[in-house]
């Protein structure tokens, strides 16, 4: 038995595609069939490494009662958040506004006209806890609609008009109070555990961005401090690199246990831009986040890329015991008898203490994550590290959703290219490039696609996060390699979404007007960030590295203005406004004659890492563009024109319409990064 998920572009889609629920995916003819049927629309929206959503589908969408129920009465459909991210936006500002939360499986049910009348997450398959089957709410709705209608659908206008006022940008102040902003932010800053807000507590890698870009000892110390709890924490991923979506508990011991790409890619940036901001005497703290970035790159190389080059969207929390019954994070975790047999009595007992692997356990069922205490010998750490790697190996591993999306391969190529420059890795420079030329195959006919599926480009048209993310990586690598060709594709890319995504008030909205298939009823446009920033944040920071590798004034006044939209969350909000926040920030030190510059660092022969290009990313004000290339190097407006290298590696920065001397030494290079104008 299939439905009409079969062939869908979806990993997660897929999964469904052999229910007895009769599931369309998000279509016109889907909407077409329940205007003809004259039935509601049960609309299901999750993504593939959702522990609940595989519950709710287990429980519910594989029974033949509850499939024929569902059948009888409504049109079915399935959406993968990922995939449609636009109609997960507006579905869930609905869910929010009835139910006063959110979270997947997310389940909403909607006029044939795309309108929602109710709205939940996941209903168990018999009522517990207070809720209700979802039996009894399919069976209740089912009665609504065909016996009071016009209380259905006075309540669906109401929720449309609600909801239709809830997208939009905050009113802000022409200038921030930046020292209330911090004090706010510090206030959210939990100083026993790190990280900010209670329990779950998520990963905030934009605001910790943010909080290193002027160096600020208080800023970099809370930065820091929440970098390395969660680096030590069970929320990272000790045996295979890269971390989990977020703690279920406030001092990181136990995650959700999926591990996302954005996670992952946005997380590298934020542990190499703080390796940056330590101190060299702080060689202990520094050798910690130098090996979370190498072990990020790692799972990202290992576990998530794909055949084409790009990276695959996530792996799912849940995986088989030996026995073949599914558990969320078995493959993670670990016992002292589990130690014993991988490692030996000694090493398991040393290792156990280093882990802080318990006979109680800090999970479930005496088993426990593995947390790294204090100061081991690193050596030693890593031989057991390799065992441990090699025996979990053996163990039955979590799935992949294959998809690429553009977005967030964008964020890995940014920081990919980022790393491999402070940390003088030319490898991570190759992974950059793959995933680049990965992405670039979803541009079709001008227009970006937000993902692909083995190879295959899909119908959801790329949203402003996709457009921004993408140009972002391009840029960055265009300098790193000097390579007009990407510099060329990320003009393409932030003059397309101005024209794609322009709101009225000089902002973006997220999704594009029109797009494929049938529309929610608004469209989608959130200032805030959440685990990834905000599509107009995206689209700030690339329209600013673009404009200054391009020399493009235009692009820059276009970021001032959307980034005038995003002062009131930034204002109100600034721990879910971090790109946004840090924009201002290197706003304010423009505005004390530290304005963004460009450093052109011209090299003697081709070389993709040279000394100076090294550090010019390491020691560069946050906003500087750094472009590295042989003496004519092409396609960078002027910056390489009548310059050259001087006997060896030179550097030319410039701050605005000034230059200054060119610097044939690191320490000249550093004093003309960092000199005002």
């Known amino acids: 038995m299939s439905n009409r998920l079969?062939?869908?572009?979806?990993?997660?889609?897929?999964?469904?595609?052999?229910?007895?629920?009769?599931?369309?995916?998000?279509?016109?003819?889907?909407?077409?069939?329940?205007?003809?049927?004259?039935?509601?629309?049960?609309?299901?929206?999750?993504?593939?490494?959702?522990?609940?959503?595989?519950?709710?589908?287990?429980?519910?969408?594989?029974?033949?009662?509850?499939?024929?129920?569902?059948?009888?009465?409504?049109?079915?459909?399935?959406?993968?958040?990922?995939?449609?991210?636009?109609?997960?936006?507006?579905?869930m500002k609905a869910t929010q506004a009835l139910t006063g939360q959110g979270g997947w499986p997310m389940t909403v049910f909607l006029t044939p006209d795309a309108r929602p009348f109710f709205a939940g997450t996941y209903y168990p398959p018999r009522p517990a806890g207070g809720m209700p089957s979802f039996t009894q709410v399919v069976t209740a709705l089912a009665d609504a609609w065909a016996n009071r209608r016009d209380e259905v659908l006075t309540s669906a206008d109401a929720i449309v008009g609600h909801v239709a006022q809830e997208f939009g940008a905050l009113p802000g102040p022409e200038r921030l109070d930046i020292p209330a902003v911090l004090e706010r932010v510090s206030s959210d800053f939990d100083p026993v555990h790190g990280g900010f807000g209670r329990a779950p507590k998520f990963p905030a890698p934009g605001l910790i961005d943010a909080l290193l870009v002027t160096g600020e000892p208080a800023s970099v110390d809370i930065a820091q401090r929440t970098l390395e709890a969660m680096v030590r924490g069970g929320i990272h991923d000790q045996v295979g690199g890269g971390f989990h979506r977020y703690s279920v508990d406030a001092g990181w011991v136990v995650p959700h246990f999926e591990k996302m790409l954005y996670d992952n890619a946005l997380l590298l940036g934020s542990y190499t831009r703080a390796w940056c901001r330590t101190a060299d005497h702080d060689r202990g703290l520094r050798l910690i986040f130098e090996r979370a970035v190498r072990g990020i790159v790692g799972f990202l190389a290992d576990d998530l890329q794909l055949d084409g080059g790009g990276f695959a969207a996530s792996l799912d929390a849940d995986s088989c015991d030996i026995r073949g019954m599914v558990h969320e994070g078995i493959y993670y975790v670990w016992s002292p008898e589990l130690l014993a047999d991988a490692l030996g009595e000694t090493d398991a007992d040393w290792a156990g203490d280093v882990f802080h692997v318990t006979a109680t356990g800090t999970f479930e069922h005496g088993l426990s994550t593995l947390q790294l205490r204090g100061t081991p010998d690193w050596d030693r750490l890593d031989a057991v590290l390799d065992r441990l790697r090699a025996v979990r190996a053996e163990r039955f591993a979590p799935g992949r959703d294959d998809k690429l999306v553009a977005a967030w391969n964008g964020f890995a190529i940014d920081s990919l290219v980022s790393a491999a420059l402070v940390f003088g890795e030319p490898g991570w420079l190759s992974l950059a490039e793959r995933a680049a030329a990965a992405s670039w195959t979803q541009v079709v006919g001008g227009e970006l696609r937000r993902t692909s599926l083995d190879g295959v480009v899909g119908d959801a048209a790329g949203m402003a996060e996709d457009y921004g993310a993408l140009a972002l990586g391009y840029a960055r690598l265009a300098g790193a390699l000097g390579a007009s060709v990407w510099l060329e594709r990320a003009v393409l890319l932030v003059e397309a979404a101005s024209q794609r995504f322009g709101a009225e008030d000089g902002g973006f909205y997220d999704a594009p007007a029109g797009g494929t298939g049938p529309q929610p009823f608004a469209r989608a446009r959130d200032t805030s960030d959440n685990p990834t920033p905000s599509g107009t944040a995206c689209l700030v920071a690339a329209l600013r590295l673009t404009g200054l590798l391009a020399d493009r004034p235009d692009l820059a006044a276009r970021a001032d203005a959307a980034a005038a939209t995003l002062r009131g969350v930034v204002e109100v909000a600034p721990r879910f406004a971090g790109w946004a926040f840090a924009d201002v920030l290197i706003g304010d030190q423009a505005g004390k004659r530290l304005a963004p510059a460009v450093a052109v660092i011209v090299t003697t022969e081709p070389t993709r890492l040279s000394e100076f290009t090294r550090a010019a990313a390491r020691m560069a004000p946050a906003g500087t563009a750094v472009v590295a290339g042989v003496a004519g190097t092409p396609g960078f407006a002027h910056h390489f024109d009548d310059r050259d290298a001087r006997g060896g590696d030179t550097a030319y920065v410039c701050r605005g319409t000034v230059c200054f001397a060119p610097a044939t030494t690191v320490k000249d290079l550093r004093d003309a990064l960092w000199r005002r104008v």
């Not at 039935?39 to 519950?55: D, E, F, Q, R, T």
């Not at 509850?66 to 636009?86: G, T």
Request: net charge negative; glycine share 2%; aromatic share 12%.
């Open 6 to 91: 079969v062939g869908a572009s979806s990993p997660y889609l897929q999964q469904h595609a052999h229910n007895p629920i009769d599931w369309w995916p998000w279509t016109p003819e889907a909407f077409d069939e329940a205007r003809r049927r004259d039935v509601p629309i049960l609309l299901s929206v999750g993504y593939a490494a959702c522990h609940w959503c595989h519950v709710m589908a287990h429980e519910s969408f594989e029974d033949a009662e509850v499939a024929a129920l569902v059948n009888e009465h409504f049109v079915a459909i399935k959406v993968d958040r990922e995939e449609r991210p636009d109609v997960d936006a507006v579905y």
